[in-house]
């Protein structure tokens, strides 16, 4: 008997050198010609059409579905657009949504219980997490993500939260792949450490 593949959680961030991965003072989109997160070349886009043509569904916290809402009904900044458009998200809120936006349902309740009943959903795909970071770093803290993508941008900043934010001891990663950009930015896979 041919086992199905189970659904996975795949949390995926920008970040900087310094391991910012979100920062107050810049806007999305990004509003700056200074520092910012890794410019979308070729191999960057390659990385991200396969990152999203592996997911099925989205987990959103609550902050960045009111920004994605309001910002990707109406770009066309593709892959991503289409993608992010058409999948199927979920929305980690205790508040009822106040826009459509394609298939979205709001969810509530504790993480586990979500996830789980996520990777219950028929498919094969993986559970997407992109950006959310208060949600991301719930998820760490709670060990539910099964695979940390980041693409790495070659800038420090000082100023933005980091994923290691809240969480209550080292959590280690083994490193799955490495690919360099010509831009100068990484896009690096880790999956949770065997203990």
Not at 67 to 78: G, I, V
Not at 114 to 141: F, N, R, W
């Amino acid at each position: 008997m041919t086992q199905t593949p189970a659904r996975r959680v795949l949390l995926f961030t920008i970040c900087s050198l310094d391991g910012a991965v979100d920062d107050p003072t810049r806007g999305f989109p990004a509003e700056t010609d200074g520092p910012a997160p890794p410019s979308y070349d070729e191999v960057m886009i390659e990385q991200e059409l396969k990152l999203i043509e592996r997911q099925d569904v989205v987990l959103l916290g609550r902050g960045m579905y009111d920004e994605w809402s309001r910002y990707w009904p109406t770009s066309d900044a593709q892959p991503f657009a289409d993608f992010i458009n058409g999948v199927r998200k979920y929305v980690v809120t205790s508040r009822p949504l106040d826009r459509d936006w394609g298939d979205t349902t709001a969810v509530s309740g504790p993480l586990p219980d979500l996830v789980g009943e996520l990777k219950a959903l028929p498919g094969t795909g993986d559970i997407g997490v992109h950006g959310s970071i208060t949600l991301a770093q719930s998820l760490l803290a709670e060990g539910l993500v099964d695979e940390l993508q980041l693409a790495v941008a070659p800038v420090l900043d000082p100023v933005g939260r980091r994923l290691s934010d809240g969480l209550g001891d080292l959590s280690r990663f083994e490193l799955v792949d490495c690919v360099r950009a010509p831009s100068g930015g990484l896009w690096l896979t880790y999956r949770p450490a065997a203990v």
